[in-house]
């Protein structure tokens, strides 16, 4: 430790040497910033633990020698020190628990994971939201899993913004900087032990970038870094902020981050074996991959096949306009140079970033022609993605494209409250840390007895209302409130008695997540949160970009409604939303409530980490919750017709939300029994638990990324390496021939159709296809059936055509298939021919396809 607290602890002979570790704790970000190390510095020195913003590294070395003192010969600590300590070493070496299928990793692979932001904790502000947090919870897990994995980001000496909001509710944004000493970092270094530095390439200059690395648990971070003393004072602010400045810095940002990333892993002697792109930020990094292929002697288009076979590409975003993109010619300006060393035109480089929805250089374009696997994060965005990204593959129906899915996770260790680990070790063991995707084994959340589960419950919304009542009149003496109002407006607020229901919605104030959907019929919301014997506290919070400003009206809409008289102490505003005021309101809220226009809500996880601390959803079946209401475990608002214009959709699914929450949530809170709780109440927070934490965890979302892509990819990959990317310049070159003839491909039939026939008889189909110089083997000709009552494309049956041979007269070439159907009934059925070779990462990922 720095500036004289390692010298304390290594002269000061009562101090016991176990102490020493505590600085190995504080730079580890998973196990450093986690609850049992938290609660142990808290201990320590609780005034400075909250002076410090919660931050271990900036504790350790500000706390005073008296104190350190005073805690070797305090036994209770130093009983904490030696249970956290015990808990880091049997992290560290505990066995390797995974199971992927039949496959596992092999010796020398690696996965490069790529994001604009990480989001680990509130005192490493490198992260904005859910993407970033996504992204800590993804790094997160796959150190829990062992993978051979590594990060890439940005290290931002301005995170996110920090939140007021003042008393007419405006909120006043201001950003600090972070001091690296702060942090959990280090230089990375070469092999000769100096500083790891890149160079990047910009329009007439090169930027020098530093890599920096962060130990997350058994996984590092690196993370790019441009304020250095060899760059112009513009380009040392590159990476100074998070999501700032106009879409110039934003280029530049994702140019270090996508090249620049690459570049770094060379330098650190990392070879991956399959490079994720986690949102299309990082696209370029595919241009990067391909010129370094290209110096190996491949032409542009192998390389791209060779870049593209294991890279893994996950988009978040539900509307074509989320997407980034860049003006034409802006992109090619910072790519003139690299577009020589790929030997490709300038309109060749455009089209990799062409979109039908817009003339920009589009990221996402990018990373799917840079890429071979493809998800969205929820199964509805999975749907909507491949309906937002048909274009790329013309001719096959949204159903069948490529796009595919995994559904978000949330950490558990993370984001379960400790008195729920603590009554889980206690009642099941410490088997259920390796269990946690066990469904069947959940349903023992039934053997904790109901009065148990009820009191942590409370526990934990007590703490909450504890932090909300500080955070308030914090907020409101700061904006010159009076004490009086104050006790008006906390009203509800009583940690120490804490049976009013309560309901929390807090995440980013966008536009389409309809904060102020709540308030859309005041006099009928009014009439069901008024009654005297059953009040109802809503708790707001969260942030709108800065340049959002739809989204800060919604903050001073629903602050000035807060103050009105029928609502005032039932509707607050907390200011300063972070991930440790999350941590609290999922942990602590009675009902946990989400309201987005369907279907823009790509996933949503704020409602999952609800879900497993007991807190029961009220939602939109959108995004996440789609999948996980069953009926028995939250209410779920059936969300109004897409036809709908905004005034409809939004009074139908108010009436909804009225409905369900004046009818089924607030008499099921208050029907309280002998003991104080509602039995019904308790039941559905259980199967809250029971039924979302192992479906919805990052263990089981990252093992799915492990089993679907990063092991396919990896084994793609390695397929068209083989022989100097033999394979690779193959199916490149066998791509061309398939376009170039494709135009000329027709289909026709030979046989009379029937109209019935008998069940168990076989009928023969054939058809003529004209292949315009490509051979038999080049095509799949098949025949697609199911019953009429199926709409969806997936439930074909399919059945493949044979070659029998070349018709002289024609020349076109005869494929038959003898059919003995297996069901009986009407039956509905398509004949089609599409390109198709076994190397092919996707049956289908060419887009083209030749119907009857």
């Given at each position: 430790m720095k500036q004289g607290t390692t010298f304390v602890l290594e002269v000061n002979p009562k101090i016991p040497r176990k102490l020493l570790r505590l600085?190995?704790?504080?730079?580890?970000?998973?196990?450093?910033?986690?609850?049992?190390?938290?609660?142990?510095?808290a201990r320590l020195h609780p005034g400075l633990w909250d002076a410090v913003g919660h931050n271990p590294k900036v504790f350790l070395r500000r706390v005073d020698e008296k104190r350190l003192v005073d805690a070797a010969e305090d036994q209770v600590f130093l009983a904490t020190v030696n249970r956290v300590l015990s808990a880091y070493d049997t992290y560290h070496n505990e066995p390797l628990r995974r199971n992927f299928g039949h496959e596992q990793f092999k010796e020398g692979e690696l996965v490069a994971y790529f994001c604009a932001e990480f989001g680990f904790h509130e005192s490493f502000p490198i992260y904005s939201g859910g993407l970033g947090i996504l992204a800590g919870?993804?790094?997160?897990?796959?150190?829990?899993?062992?993978?051979?994995?590594?990060?890439?980001?940005?290290?931002?000496?301005?995170?996110y913004f920090s939140q007021m909001i003042d008393g007419e509710g405006n909120?006043?944004?201001?950003?600090?900087?972070?001091?690296?000493?702060?942090?959990?970092?280090?230089?990375?270094?070469?092999?000769d032990g100096k500083e790891m530095r890149v160079a990047v390439e910009m329009p007439g200059r090169q930027v020098v970038v530093q890599v920096w690395q962060a130990r997350v648990g058994h996984i590092t971070l690196y993370l790019l870094d441009t304020d250095l003393e060899e760059n112009t004072p513009e380009d040392r602010d590159i990476a100074h902020q998070l999501y700032g400045g106009d879409s110039g810095l934003r280029i530049k940002q994702e140019i270090i981050l996508g090249v620049g990333g690459v570049r770094a892993l060379k330098a650190l002697g990392l070879k991956p074996t399959v490079w994720h792109i986690n949102e299309g930020h990082a696209a370029f990094l595919v241009l990067e991959r391909a010129r370094c292929l290209i110096a190996e002697g491949l032409d542009f288009a192998s390389a791209l096949e060779a870049a593209a076979s294991n890279t893994v590409f996950t988009t978040h975003t539900p509307v074509p306009a989320g997407h980034d993109h860049f003006a034409e010619n802006m992109a090619f300006d910072y790519f003139e140079q690299m577009c020589q060393e790929l030997k490709i035109s300038r309109d060749t480089f455009l089209a990799l970033g062409r979109a039908p929805d817009g003339p920009d250089f589009n990221m996402t374009a990018l990373a799917l022609h840079g890429s071979r696997f493809h998800?969205?994060?929820?199964?509805?965005?999975?749907?909507?993605?491949?309906?937002?990204?048909?274009?790329?593959?013309?001719?096959?129906?949204?159903?069948?494209?490529?796009?595919?899915?995994?559904?978000?996770g949330v950490h558990v260790p993370t984001f379960l409250a400790q008195e729920w680990i603590d009554l889980f070790d206690n009642v099941f063991g410490y088997e259920w840390r390796h269990r946690l995707s066990d469904q069947s084994y959940w349903s023992r959340i039934n053997e904790i007895p109901d009065h148990v589960f009820w009191s942590v419950r409370q526990s934990l919304k007590s703490q909450m209302l504890q932090l909300v009542r500080f955070r308030i009149s914090q907020q409101h003496f700061r904006n010159h409130g009076s004490e009086a109002h104050l006790d008006r407006l906390l009203k509800h607020v009583d940690y120490l008695n804490p049976n009013v229901l309560t309901i929390g919605f807090a995440r980013r104030f966008a536009t389409y997540k309809r904060a102020a959907l709540l308030f859309e019929d005041p006099s009928w919301l009014s009439q069901i949160i008024s009654e005297t014997d059953r009040p109802v506290l809503f708790i707001f919070a969260g942030k709108a970009h800065p340049a959002d400003h739809p989204g800060q009206d919604l903050i001073r809409q629903i602050h000035h409604i807060s103050h009105l008289p029928e609502f005032e102490s039932k509707v607050l505003v907390v200011e300063g939303y972070d991930m440790g005021l999350a941590r609290r309101m999922v942990a602590g809220?009675?009902?946990?409530?989400?309201?987005?226009?369907?279907?823009?809500?790509?996933?949503?996880?704020?409602?999952?980490?609800?879900?497993?601390n007991g807190a029961i959803n009220l939602s939109v079946l959108d995004g996440w919750w789609g999948e996980g209401y069953d009926g028995t475990n939250g209410w779920a608002i059936k969300p109004a017709p897409a036809y709908m214009d905004d005034f409809r959709r939004n009074k139908e699914d108010s009436q909804s939300l009225y409905e369900i929450l004046q009818d089924r949530v607030v008499p099921q809170y208050y029907d309280r029994g002998k003991l104080g709780y509602s039995v019904e109440w308790v039941k559905r927070s259980k199967a809250s638990i029971a039924s979302l934490l192992p479906r919805f965890n990052s263990s089981r979302m990252v093992g799915e990324y492990a089993g679907n892509f990063y092991l396919p990819a990896s084994r793609q990959g390695e397929l068209y390496a083989r022989n100097g990317h033999e394979n690779a310049k193959d199916i490149s070159a066998w791509k061309a021939r398939i376009r170039g003839a494709w135009q000329g491909v027709e289909i026709r039939r030979l046989d009379t159709p029937k109209k019935h026939i008998q069940f168990g008889d076989q009928v023969r189909l054939e058809v003529a296809l004209k292949l315009g110089g490509l051979a038999p083997d080049d095509v799949v000709v098949e025949m697609m059936m199911r019953r009429p009552a199926h709409k969806d494309a997936r439930d074909f049956l399919h059945f493949r055509f044979v070659f029998q041979s070349v018709i002289a007269a024609t020349g076109e070439h005869l494929f038959a298939l003898d059919l003995s159907p297996e069901l009986c009934g009407r039956l509905d059925y398509k004949i089609r021919a599409y390109p198709w070779r076994e190397l092919l990462t996707h049956p289908l990922e060419m887009g083209?396809?030749?119907w009857l």
């Open positions: 600085e190995e704790l504080a730079n580890n970000l998973w196990y450093g910033w986690d609850k049992p190390t938290r609660t142990l510095f919870d993804h790094c997160k897990s796959a150190s829990d899993l062992r993978l051979p994995f590594v990060a890439v980001g940005l290290l931002y000496r301005q995170g909120q006043i944004a201001t950003y600090s900087d972070s001091d690296f000493e702060d942090l959990p970092i280090a230089p990375a270094l070469g092999d998800n969205g994060v929820s199964r509805i965005h999975g749907e909507v993605s491949s309906r937002i990204c048909a274009s790329h593959w013309p001719q096959v129906t949204p159903e069948e494209n490529p796009m595919s899915y995994v559904t978000n809220v009675d009902v946990w409530l989400n309201n987005p226009v369907y279907p823009l809500e790509a996933s949503g996880t704020s409602g999952m980490k609800a879900g497993i083209l396809m030749a």
